[in-house]
């Protein structure tokens, strides 16, 4: 017999509240398989709306009277709930007593009218429906422009990590219950349809004309935020693997020959993981899909990988190589979750490093492996690790590893900590463990756990074996002490080492890194097992980054002194940390810092390898900004730039210098560093031969990379021809019949001849800019063009800007507001209407992209840099204090902020004139 209910209720309305109230699922139940039919509308009267049905096989693990499961948003038909007790041949139907909603942690829970038992199984049918929504989280749409027929297309994707597959069917949406899916997706049949699964097969919807159901193969064992479902009317570009999994690349019909580069490039890229892991991609085919709107970077589900289009697509005409390498290493990212995240999951979001974490090292690596050229290797790894330098300097940030309780906390997981500071501990654990123990470690960790979840400690114990077994650690060593002080501690350590010439030792101390001067070190009690590498003048052995020995914990977990012994002369350096192996930074006595910078501005710099001259610029830059070393110290060390040809080291001064121009160029001296850059630019502009055209005589992505940087520096600060030929550039392509076909400026510079020439330039360049913009086919042109719309000095453009960022109808989509709003921000004129914009307007801001916080997120970091003074500081904390409701779910990030504020507030009044005085040495 049917269990009825004569009416159709829908959450949150009329349904009693629930009793249950923790933030995690009851484990009485497992779901099993899941049988998920979805019919959507994209056009006809029920435009845009779907409704599905979901019978979900039930294993009970403890006798229970309810069922309690994910669902939000959803118009569930309770005259239609089903629920059986599977009992070998026989089925009984079992009824539902009532129903209740929990709305803080999207629950729907039946209660049963008999008690479920231990070891039966049940299978339960749910009916539901919502509109295909505008959120770009859930069952959500996108569209595109037909500029044929002069229409808009509509099409539908699913975005569902990390919990918004209950906003499309209803579902027990923790990582741990993994389950089979069967999907079945009804639509017009002039559209294809996708998912994670090859179709099986395809039949006439048995009531809608020209409608269809496509039918998918079962999956795998899965986590629900890893199921993925389209219907759009998309073109592919297939490629081969030798194995015979069919790999095919979609974008819309405009875009198809943007594909070709991630079509060649994703086999590859899923071949290697093959033979790195030893283990066989397990689905029979896959896909990858460039989304026209899109929340995030891209998204791994299994078998169906999204991405925004600037991440797949690629215009061998148009596109900058910085845009190549982008989609390979997106790619690549995405493809290492196919293991790290789809086949082994965490158990619960506290580790969502292993899967972040894990994806952005192992990117560095494919993308290195396949490209080894490219120099991506050495960028990347340095890259995150000042980028986890920098965030986990605050007192405010988090640990790696740590307790998740509310949805809005995983959102603001998947931050610098987890892919960066993730990915730079596990380079680490690889250079200290060797390769062989590292591959092992992993491939036992992912046989072990495959289609099951860990946690950090079972890779801990993997890893110890391993390195056990191959003699990379003692016995006595085991990688769980080692790595716990890493991921279960916020920060990390700089290395105090304070050399004993006379005995040829030295003293190693640590202590966590602040950035924010006015709080002890001594406040925090930290200890991390450190690696110790080093080498000195004489050896010049930086390719050794295996320990030579260890800062060791005590069991209390209090930190231990070290002595190095057998140290050169008094007259040789030591460099510790041989191309920065350890996330952690190093200071040296003021003797080892004077011959350091007597080898890079007299001596052979180049024996001192790329990576740690770039590391001892950032060190020693962080180290004057809080006060660690005085900057005349600190300029000394850059004082060598001119003679450095590698990119590295510039960029490590440039990002430095970044972070002080935003603070004086709003001040009266902000002449000084102008004149200081435009000193120590010209050699190095000459040597890359200006702006001129020359790219196609640079061999390596490196070259490009540098070439670009200091362009871009030199534009900015004025040195040289860069300007006037910038301006030219732009004049050329404004004077072309038809710009929109024909571009004269070149590829790789376009981005810094956009934003020189609207800087410059005049209201009419601006609108040039804007109506390319609106015509371009090509994404990453379009976030070009954004970024440089930027530029402009005149105030009533950058205010059109924001108000265009945040209008629902306007040519921006939602998916590109930050880059807008920050392209505003960043501007030394915009920054103060975009902070009074944000301010006032919050409450829009907020509703604009309600529930998708993390895109919210991502407008406060300009902000974070520019607030000067101690006024400006105070009414932006009031704000805080004011905006709450409007900043909900983002708390953390705004007490980062609001750090990051203090300290730059603090900058200006300790080390402003300190700052001035030294650079005046140096002019
Ligand atoms: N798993 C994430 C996608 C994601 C991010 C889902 C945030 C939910 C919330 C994906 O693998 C990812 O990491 N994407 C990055 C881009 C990537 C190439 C670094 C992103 O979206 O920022
Ligand atoms: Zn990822």
């Known amino acids: 017999m049917k269990w009825l209910i004569f009416f159709v209720a829908s959450l949150g309305l009329g349904l009693a509240s629930s009793s249950y109230d923790h933030y995690r699922l009851p484990t009485a139940i497992r779901p099993q398989k899941y049988h998920l039919s979805i019919l959507t509308h994209l056009d006809g009267p029920k435009a845009l709306t779907f409704s599905g049905t979901v019978k979900i096989l039930l294993e009970i693990l403890e006798n229970t009277n309810n069922i309690t499961l994910h669902s939000k948003g959803l118009t569930i038909d309770e005259s239609q709930t089903i629920l059986t007790e599977l009992n070998g041949e026989e089925k009984q139907d079992i009824c539902v007593s009532s129903t209740e909603v929990n709305p803080t942690h999207d629950y729907y829970i039946l209660n049963t009218c008999q008690e479920l038992v231990l070891e039966n199984y049940y299978e339960l049918t749910l009916s539901f429906s919502a509109e295909v929504n505008r959120k770009l989280v859930g069952y959500y749409r996108s569209s595109y422009p037909d500029p044929e027929a002069n229409e808009t297309r509509w099409i539908t994707m699913t975005q569902f990590e990390p919990a918004s597959a209950r906003l499309a069917f209803p579902c027990f949406d923790e ?196 490209n080894p050229e490219g120099g991506i290797k050495e960028r990347q790894s340095v890259g995150d690790i000042w980028e986890t330098f920098r965030q986990d300097s605050l007192e405010t940030s988090n640990p790696i590893s740590r307790p998740i309780q509310m949805a809005s906390q995983i959102v603001q997981s998947f931050n610098v900590i987890s892919y960066k500071k993730g990915s730079s501990v596990i380079r680490m654990m690889h250079l200290f463990l060797g390769d062989e123990a590292f591959r092992a470690g992993l491939k036992t960790y992912l046989e072990m756990f495959e289609y099951s979840n860990a946690e950090q400690d079972n890779l801990w114990e993997t890893l110890t074996q391993a390195a056990h077994e191959s003699g990379a650690l003692p016995r006595n060593f085991s990688v769980k002490t080692i790595m716990d002080t890493w991921t279960l501690q916020t920060g990390y350590p700089v290395v105090n080492v304070i050399r004993n010439y006379a005995e040829g030792n030295a003293e190693l101390t640590q202590e966590r890194y602040l950035r924010n001067s006015e709080v002890p070190r001594s406040k925090y009690k930290s200890c991390w097992w450190v690696p110790l590498s080093y080498t000195t003048q004489s050896e010049l052995d930086f390719n050794n980054m295996s320990p030579r020995d260890w800062l060791e914990c005590s069991k209390e977990g209090l930190s231990q002194p070290k002595k190095i012994e057998n140290l050169p002369r008094a007259d040789q350096w030591v460099i510790l940390n041989t191309q920065v192996a350890t996330p952690c930074k190093i200071n040296y006595d003021a003797q080892n810092w004077k011959l350091l910078i007597n080898t890079l501005t007299t001596g052979r710099y180049e024996s001192i390898h790329l990576i740690n001259r770039a590391q001892l610029i950032n060190d020693v830059l962080s180290f004057a900004w809080t006060g660690d070393q005085d900057y005349e110290t600190a300029l000394k060390v850059v004082a060598y730039l001119p003679r450095e040809r590698e990119l590295l080291p510039w960029k490590a001064a440039f990002s430095n210098i970044r972070l002080i121009n935003r603070i004086v160029r709003r001040t009266a001296q902000g002449g000084l560093l102008k004149r200081y850059i435009k000193k120590l630019l010209p050699p190095i502009y000459h040597y890359v031969n200006g702006i001129n055209d020359t790219f196609a005589y640079i061999q390596h992505q490196d070259g490009i990379a540098l070439k670009i940087s200091i362009v871009s520096m030199a534009c900015q600060y004025q040195v040289e021809d860069c300007i006037p030929r910038a301006l030219n550039y732009f004049r050329e392509w404004r004077t072309e019949p038809n710009p929109d076909k024909n571009n004269p400026v070149p590829v790789n510079l376009r981005s810094i001849v956009y934003c020189t020439a609207i800087r410059h330039g005049l209201d009419e360049d601006w609108e040039f800019l804007w109506t390319r913009y609106k015509r371009s086919n090509e994404a990453d042109e379009k976030v070009d063009m954004l970024n440089s719309l930027g530029c402009t000095r005149a105030v009533w453009l950058l205010r059109r800007m924001l108000d265009l960022s945040f209008d629902p109808k306007s040519a921006i989509r939602r998916q590109d507001s930050m880059t807008s709003f920050n392209a505003v921000a960043d501007n030394e004129i915009g920054f103060q209407l975009a902070k009074q914009y944000f301010m006032h307007n919050v409450e829009l801001i907020y509703k604009f992209y309600q529930p998708t916080v993390r895109s919210m997120l991502r407008l406060l970091t300009p902000l974070s840099t520019q607030i000067i003074d101690p006024k400006e500081f105070r009414e932006f904390e009031d704000f805080v204090s004011r905006a709450r409701p409007w900043l909900k779910g983002i708390e953390e990030t705004v007490q980062q902020t609001l750090e990051k504020m203090r300290i730059t507030v603090q900058w200006k009044e300790r080390n402003y004139a300190k700052f001035n005085s030294a650079i005046r040495k140096f002019l």
């Open 175 to 370: 990582p741990s219950y993994k389950a089979s899916f069967l999907v079945t997706l009804g639509h017009h049949q002039k559209y294809t349809s996708l998912s994670n699964m090859p179709v099986k097969e395809s039949q006439p919807h048995e009531l809608i004309l020209n409608y269809v159901w496509t039918e998918f193969q079962e999956s795998v064992p899965m986590s629900t935020y890893l199921v993925a479902y389209s219907i759009n009317d998309f073109y592919y570009k297939p490629s081969i693997l030798p194995n015979g999994v069919h790999f095919r690349t979609w974008a819309r019909p405009n875009a198809i020959d943007q594909c070709d580069y991630a079509a060649e490039f994703g086999p590859k890229v899923l071949q290697y993981y093959e033979e790195l892991f030893g283990i066989r991609f397990p689905l029979p085919k896959i896909d990858q899909i460039a989304m026209p709107d899109f929340e995030s970077g891209a998204m791994e589900n299994w078998g169906l990988v999204t991405y925004r289009e600037t991440n797949l697509l690629y215009s061998n005409s148009s596109s900058s190589l910085d845009a190549k390498e982008l989609v390979a290493s997106v790619v690549a990212h995405e493809l290492a979750h196919q293991w790290f995240g789809n086949l082994v999951t965490m158990k619960w979001w506290t580790d969502l490093w292993l899967n972040e974490g894990f994806a952005t090292y192992l990117a560095t690596m494919s993308v290195h492996h396949i």
